[in-house]
C-alpha cells in the first residue's frame, strides 16, 4: 500500500449499492436521513464521532477523524439498493421494526423513493427465504451483465461521481472453497455453466468488481474472499473488505478477550448463546445458513487467545455458539455469554454476560463508516484486500500466509495507523521515551 501524493478531495456525490434492503440496510439509509435532517446522531460511527490524536501528547492534536482524511459527507451520499422482496425502504424499514414508527414515518418520502431493483437470487442459497423482485438469466454471466446495467443506470440517474458497494443481503449456505473459486479464469467458465458452488452474492461482487465499485460483505458468506475475486480486485485496481459485521456478542468477545489474555488470566470455556427473531434470525435458523455464520463466530477466539502460544491458559478452551430464532425479540436481540475462567494456582471463576442488544443499530453505523472508507481507500489509489478496515469485521480478510487480527484495540491501532501513514502524519507507537529524555 503506497501512499499518494495527494488524496483526491471527495467531490460530487457518492452512491451507496446495497444488496439486500433488509433490516440492517434500511435501518443505515434513514439512519443517514435522519441526521442530514438534524434529528439523529450517527452513534457508533467512528467515522463520524472518533478523533484521531496526531504527534505527541503535548501538542494537544486531536482532530476529529472526518476532518483528518478528505471523506465522503453524509450530504454527499444516494442510495439504491436490490431485493428479491419487492418493499420499498420505508415498507422495508416498517416491516424490520428496528426504528420506531414515529421515525419511519418522518422519513416516508426519502425511503418511499428507494425501491429496490430485481434481485440475484436463488432458493437454493438461502433457504428460508423467498420473493418475486428476481432477475431473469441464462447463467450466472448473464445475471452479472443485468448488475452491471443496473450499476451503470443508478450511476447516471443519481449523478454519482463514484459508487461503493456494501452486501447486506441475508447469509447464504456454507461454501467450501472449490476449484472453481480459484482463479478467475476458472471462475468466469462457473459463471458461464451456473457452477452451483457460485452463490449469487459472488455474482454481486464480481459485478462491483467488474464495474470498477469497491466492494465490502457484510455478511459472514464466502465472496470476495475467494481467491478469484480478491485477486481480480487486484488486477481491477478496486478495493475489496469483509467480512461479517462486528456487532452483538462478538464485538463483545472482541472486547473481552483481549483484556483477560492482557493479564494472562487462562480460560476453560466460552458459552454463548442468542434468542432473536428478525429475519436474519430466520434465515440463520437454517442449519446451511447457520454453519456459514458460525464458522465465522468461532474463529475469533482462536485467534485473539493464540493457544498454541499459551497453552497453559487456553489449550482447553471449549467454545460453542448458538443462534436461535424467538419471533417475540423482533431486532432486539439478547445474548448470553458464560465464561469459565481461571486465575493464580487455576482457581476458577466465572463471567456472565446478558447483552439486551440491537443488532442493526450496531451494525448501521459499520455500514457507513465501510461504505466512507471504501470509497477513500479507492481515491488513495489503494486496491485488492483493505485489512485495515478489520476493525469493522468479525472475520477479517487477510493477504494469503497471514493470520487475521481479531483484537478490536490492536485492529483500532492499525486504522488510525493507516489514516495518519496516508496524511502524512508520524505513526503513534506508544513508545513515549521522548517525554523522559
Ligand atoms: N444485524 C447485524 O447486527 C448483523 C451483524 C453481522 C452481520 N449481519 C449480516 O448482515 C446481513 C443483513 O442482515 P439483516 O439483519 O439486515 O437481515 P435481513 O434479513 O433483514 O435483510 C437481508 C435482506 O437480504 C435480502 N437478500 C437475500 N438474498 C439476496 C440476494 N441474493 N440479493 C439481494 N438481496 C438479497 C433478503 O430478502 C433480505 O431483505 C445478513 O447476512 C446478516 O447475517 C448482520
Same mark, same amino acid.
Given at each position: ?7 483526491p478531495?471527495a467531490?460530487?456525490i457518492?452512491?451507496?449499492?446495497? #444488496? ?8 443505515? @439509509? ?8 438534524g434529528?439523529?446522531?450517527? !452513534?457508533g ?6 478523533? /484521531?490524536?496526531?504527534?505527541?501528547r503535548?501538542?494537544g492534536r486531536?482532530p476529529a477523524i472526518?476532518d483528518f482524511?478528505?471523506?465522503a459527507?453524509?450530504d454527499q451520499?444516494? $442510495?439504491a439498493?436490490w431485493?428479491p422482496?419487492?418493499?420499498?425502504a420505508?415498507?422495508s +424499514?416498517?416491516?424490520?421494526?428496528v426504528?420506531?414508527?414515529?421515525l ?11 425501491r #429496490?431493483?430485481?434481485?440475484?437470487f436463488?432458493?437454493?442459497? *438461502?433457504k428460508?427465504?423467498?420473493?418475486? &423482485? ?5 447463467n450466472?454471466r =448473464?445475471l ?17 461521481s463514484?459508487?461503493v %458497494? ?6 447464504e449456505?456454507?461454501?467450501?472453497p472449490? =476449484? *472453481?473459486?480459484q482463479t478467475?479464469a476458472r471462475?468466469e ?6 457452477d452451483?458452488a457460485?452463490?449469487?452474492? %459472488?455474482?454481486?461482487?464480481y459485478?462491483?468488481?467488474k464495474?470498477g465499485?469497491?466492494y465490502?460483505?457484510?455478511s459472514? &458468506?464466502?465472496?470476495?474472499?475467494t481467491p478469484a475475486l480478491a485477486q481480480?480486485?487486484?488486477?481491477c485496481g478496486?478495493?475489496v473488505a469483509?467480512k461479517? $459485521?462486528k456487532t ?7 472486547? @473481552?478477550a483481549?483484556g483477560?489474555?492482557?493479564?494472562? /488470566?487462562?480460560?476453560?470455556?466460552? $458459552?454463548?448463546?442468542?434468542i432473536?427473531g428478525?429475519r ?6 437454517d442449519?446451511?445458513?447457520f454453519?456459514?455464520k ?5 474463529s475469533v ?5 493464540q493457544?498454541s502460544?499459551?497453552? +497453559? ?6 467454545h460453542?455458539?448458538? /443462534?436461535?430464532y424467538y419471533?417475540?425479540?423482533?431486532? &432486539?436481540?439478547e445474548g448470553?455469554?458464560n465464561i469459565? /475462567?481461571f486465575g493464580?494456582?487455576g482457581y476458577?471463576?466465572? !463471567? ?10 450496531l ?6 463508516? @465501510?461504505?466512507l472508507c471504501l ?11 483493505q485489512?485495515?478496515m ?8 487477510h493477504?494469503?500466509?497471514?493470520y ?5 484495540? !490492536? ?5 488510525k495507523n493507516t ?7 508520524e505513526c503513534i507507537t ?8
Amino acid at each position: 500500500m503506497d501512499r499518494p501524493m495527494t488524496v483526491p478531495p471527495a467531490e460530487g456525490i457518492l452512491g451507496v449499492l446495497l #444488496p439486500g434492503m433488509g433490516a440492517v440496510s434500511t435501518t443505515f @439509509i434513514a439512519g443517514v436521513e435522519a441526521v442530514r435532517k438534524g434529528i439523529g446522531l450517527p !452513534i457508533g460511527s467512528l467515522t463520524q464521532m472518533g478523533t /484521531i490524536r496526531l504527534g505527541k501528547r503535548t501538542e494537544g492534536r486531536a482532530p476529529a477523524i472526518k476532518d483528518f482524511v478528505p471523506l465522503a459527507s453524509l450530504d454527499q451520499l444516494a $442510495f439504491a439498493g436490490w431485493d428479491p422482496i419487492p418493499d420499498n425502504a420505508y415498507e422495508s +424499514a416498517s416491516r424490520a421494526g428496528v426504528l420506531r414508527a414515529e421515525l419511519v414515518e418522518r422519513l416516508r418520502p426519502e425511503l418511499e423513493a428507494i425501491r #429496490p431493483m430485481p434481485a440475484v437470487f436463488d432458493q437454493y442459497y *438461502v433457504k428460508r427465504l423467498n420473493g418475486p &423482485n428476481v432477475k431473469k438469466g441464462a447463467n450466472w454471466r =448473464e445475471l452479472a451483465d443485468q448488475l452491471g446495467d443496473d450499476i451503470a443506470a443508478f450511476k447516471k440517474r443519481s449523478k454519482a461521481s463514484r459508487l461503493v %458497494m456494501v452486501w447486506c443481503g441475508s447469509t447464504e449456505i456454507f461454501q467450501a472453497p472449490s =476449484e *472453481v473459486h480459484q482463479t478467475l479464469a476458472r471462475f468466469e467458465r462457473g459463471l458461464d455453466e451456473r457452477d452451483p458452488a457460485i452463490a449469487p452474492s %459472488m455474482v454481486y461482487a464480481y459485478a462491483a468488481i467488474k464495474a470498477g465499485v469497491p466492494y465490502a460483505n457484510g455478511s459472514p &458468506n464466502f465472496s470476495v474472499d475467494t481467491p478469484a475475486l480478491a485477486q481480480f480486485a487486484r488486477d481491477c485496481g478496486v478495493p475489496v473488505a469483509g467480512k461479517d $459485521f462486528k456487532t452483538g456478542q462478538t464485538l463483545l468477545k472482541t472486547i @473481552i478477550a483481549p483484556g483477560l489474555k492482557a493479564r494472562m /488470566i487462562g480460560i476453560r470455556g466460552w $458459552f454463548s448463546t442468542n434468542i432473536l427473531g428478525n429475519r436474519d434470525g430466520e434465515v440463520l435458523d437454517d442449519p446451511g445458513s447457520f454453519k456459514t455464520k458460525e464458522e465465522s463466530k468461532l474463529s475469533v477466539l482462536e485467534h485473539i487467545l493464540q493457544p498454541s502460544v499459551y497453552p +497453559a491458559l487456553y489449550d482447553q478452551l471449549y467454545h460453542k455458539v448458538r /443462534i436461535n430464532y424467538y419471533p417475540p425479540r423482533g431486532d &432486539n436481540k439478547e445474548g448470553w455469554d458464560n465464561i469459565d /475462567i481461571f486465575g493464580w494456582l487455576g482457581y476458577p471463576m466465572q !463471567i456472565k454476560i446478558d447483552f439486551l442488544c440491537r443488532d442493526s443499530i450496531l451494525a448501521a453505523p459499520l455500514v457507513l463508516d @465501510i461504505a466512507l472508507c471504501l470509497d477513500l481507500a479507492a481515491r488513495s489509489g489503494w486496491k485488492g484486500i483493505q485489512e485495515w478496515m478489520s476493525f469493522f469485521f468479525k472475520s477479517p480478510m487477510h493477504a494469503p500466509g497471514l493470520y487475521p487480527e481479531h483484537d478490536l484495540f !490492536i485492529q483500532l491501532m492499525k486504522f488510525k495507523n493507516t489514516l495518519r501513514f496516508l496524511m502524512g502524519e508520524e505513526c503513534i507507537t506508544h513508545l513515549g521515551n521522548e517525554y523522559y529524555d
